[in-house]
């Protein structure tokens, strides 16, 4: 049983269409996170929810709008994609927002041409 | 700026011999770190934590040592095992449970 899952694995696409990418986690966490990792392997947060409520959008563009219909998903939906946003996007889960441990999905390459 | 740094992006050791992995911080104000480790098209999985009021803390053949003053974290493997090798990544955690990773260190275990 995979405890959090992202779909696709792979994606490609061309500049300026719209994609998303799901996630899912059966931890019965209540917290779940967006990361990319980018060419230079750095793993960056850009958001982060908390019983369906957002908690943390670092600098992220705005064409990038996270959706959350329950505590068990969190979706990752760009708008108008450019060359730039391929990267490695991972979602991810905890219980609570304090310090506890991340558990991460299998990450979702996202390819831009 | 990067306020987590693992300044060596590579490392190779022997089967049976210690794996140390550095990491250095600039915040004291950071108060929990913890280490990742990651396989290739795998998300990463955590491996053991620290907080700031202790100095070392053990689980199984890992061991991470803290030392607060000069803001530097390592993680050790005894004994190495092929199977160790992976990137590994020292994050610590700011508000809101937000997790600031190093830029990762690859670990060869040569059997």
């Known amino acids: 049983d995979t405890a959090v899952s992202q779909t696709p694995k792979y994606l490609v696409t061309q500049m300026g269409n719209d994609k998303s990418i799901k996630c899912e986690q059966n931890?019965?966490?209540?917290?779940m996170y967006w990361y990319k990792q980018d060419s230079k392997k750095f793993l960056k947060i850009m958001f982060s929810?908390?019983?369906?409520?957002?908690?943390i959008n670092e600098t992220v563009p705005n064409r990038f709008s996270p959706k959350s219909p329950d505590k068990a998903h969190l979706n990752l939906h760009i708008n108008s994609l450019e060359l730039g946003d391929s990267a490695v996007y991972f979602c991810?889960?905890?219980?609570?927002?304090?310090?506890?441990?991340?558990?991460f999905g299998p990450g979702t390459r996202l390819t831009v041409l | 700026d990067q306020q987590v740094k693992q300044n060596s992006p590579s490392l190779s050791v022997q089967e049976g011999r210690i794996s140390i992995l550095n990491c250095d911080y600039t915040?004291?104000?950071?108060?929990?770190f913890l280490w990742y480790k990651k396989y290739p098209a795998e998300g990463p999985t955590f491996l053991i934590s620290?907080?700031?009021?202790?100095d070392k803390n053990e689980d199984g053949r890992f061991t991470v040592f803290l030392n607060k003053s000069a803001k530097h974290l390592s993680l050790h493997i005894v004994p190495s095992q092929p199977g160790d090798s992976a990137v590994y990544f020292c994050?610590?955690?700011?508000?809101?449970?937000?997790?600031?990773f190093g830029a990762g260190t690859i670990l060869r275990v040569k059997s």
């Open positions: 991810a889960s905890s219980q609570g927002t304090s310090a506890n441990e991340q558990f």
């Open positions: 931890l019965g966490h209540d917290t």
């Open positions: 929810y908390n019983n369906k409520e957002l908690i």
């Open positions: 915040n004291s104000m950071f108060d929990y």
């Open positions: 620290i907080s700031s009021i202790k």
């Open positions: 994050a610590v955690m700011e508000y809101g449970n937000k997790l600031v």
